[in-house]
């Protein structure tokens, strides 16, 4: 998608104006129009074919992956963005585990930011409010209203408030490490 490196302008929620160098405003509201309506058409079809538990209002990028081994053992919750690169896991072949096997399922909140390339791994909860860092590695559970980061995931940031598709509003309070 070479024809998109013009970009200018804010670049958040559905209602942005971007402009391109070499295309008019009507052409650039047209393919954000399509493109929104790709993004609902692949929601609907992950909840209808699949049978995944997905607000309708989730944001899922085209290059984020869901999980369709165990697809019934996923549930997103309302306004929650999922960027590219993200893995959402429900199952571990390499021992024979599904989700529903050992701790349900893997339950992704309301309101959350779910981050570039961030790997949740199975059976895993994270709460409303709660966003994960760019590159996280989820392997226990997230408690709402909370900030994680880093390999595995770890809570760097509690108290958070976020508002529709993980939009950080409020930043809460750091923790403390205990290694100081």
Request: hydrophobic residues 40%.
């Amino acid at each position: 998608m070479e024809f998109l490196t013009g970009l200018r302008g804010p670049v958040l929620g559905e209602d942005l104006i971007v402009r391109y160098r070499f295309l008019p405003n009507g052409t650039v509201r047209l393919l954000q129009r399509l493109r929104n309506r790709l993004l609902r058409l692949r929601t609907w079809s992950f909840r209808t074919f699949y049978g995944m538990d997905l607000s309708p209002d989730v944001r899922v990028s085209f290059k984020a992956r869901l999980d369709k081994t165990n697809p019934r053992a996923l549930t997103i919750g309302s306004q929650t963005y999922v960027a590219f690169a993200a893995i959402i896991l429900t199952h571990d072949f390499s021992t024979a585990r599904f989700a529903t096997d050992f701790d349900g399922r893997t339950t992704i909140g309301a309101h959350c930011f779910i981050g570039a390339g961030s790997i949740i791994l199975p059976g895993v909860t994270v709460g409303d409010h709660s966003v994960v860092g760019a590159g996280a590695v989820v392997s226990s559970d997230v408690p709402a209203c909370s900030l994680v980061m880093g390999n595995p995931a770890r809570v760097v940031r509690t108290g958070i408030m976020t508002q529709g598709h993980g939009v950080i509003i409020d930043r809460g309070q750091p923790v403390r490490s205990d290694a100081a």
